[in-house]
């Protein structure tokens, strides 16, 4: 152990991890419930001090962005063999199970939407070129076409209540993915 260094550094640290896991576990699920969110609901659920979350993230937008960013961390575990459909609709239904979190960012300033559209469009854009050159997707789409379908469906789904049948909101993404098919697929 380096002098001056406390013996403790290292369990804080894990506790710090362990802490913001449980800090972003318990914003999904509050963000899949209701988009006016009090970071105090979060700790609560969370089973923390408000201070403790305050001290993680100073802000409803700012814990936003990072549930967002943990979702996006996951799929990147599933670009690389993942088949590009499958990749877009697990997208699409992770924004719709998250309706509250859709209407949050929405809310904020179009840079910053912007922002969030680009990372997810980078992290899509392999398994989108990969589609591409097996024919799966037209030969003159780019990744940033992508931009439009993310567009429409946070629009969908800040729009209103959730609809009871959900066939609509499927057929609109079977639409816009045979759109986005070579010819014959």
Not at 46 to 52: C, I, N, S, V
Not at 91 to 106: D, E, G, K, T
Not at 117 to 140: K, M, N, S, Y
Request: hydrophobic share 45%.
């Amino acid at each position: 152990m380096r002098a001056g260094r406390p013996s403790s550094a290292v369990p804080r640290r894990v506790d710090a991890r362990r802490n913001r896991e449980a800090i972003l576990r318990a914003a999904d699920e509050v963000f899949s419930e209701q988009a006016d969110v009090a970071l105090d609901e979060v700790a609560r659920r969370a089973g923390l001090g408000r201070a403790t979350v305050y001290r993680h993230f100073p802000d409803r937008t700012a814990l936003a962005f990072a549930v967002a960013a943990h979702h996006l961390t996951a799929l990147k575990s599933l670009v690389r063999d993942e088949p590009f459909r499958e990749l877009l609709r697990r997208v699409l239904a992770m924004q719709a199970r998250r309706r509250p979190l859709v209407r949050i960012f929405r809310e904020l300033p179009e840079r910053s939407q912007r922002q969030y559209t680009h990372a997810l469009i980078a992290l899509l854009r392999p398994a989108f070129e990969r589609a591409q050159r097996e024919g799966g997707v037209r030969a003159d789409l780019q990744p940033a076409d992508l931009a439009l379908l993310f567009e429409m469906h946070e629009a969908a789904l800040a729009a209103g209540p959730a609809p009871r049948d959900r066939e609509p909101a499927e057929r609109l993404v079977r639409v816009f993915l045979d759109g986005l098919a070579g010819a014959g697929n």
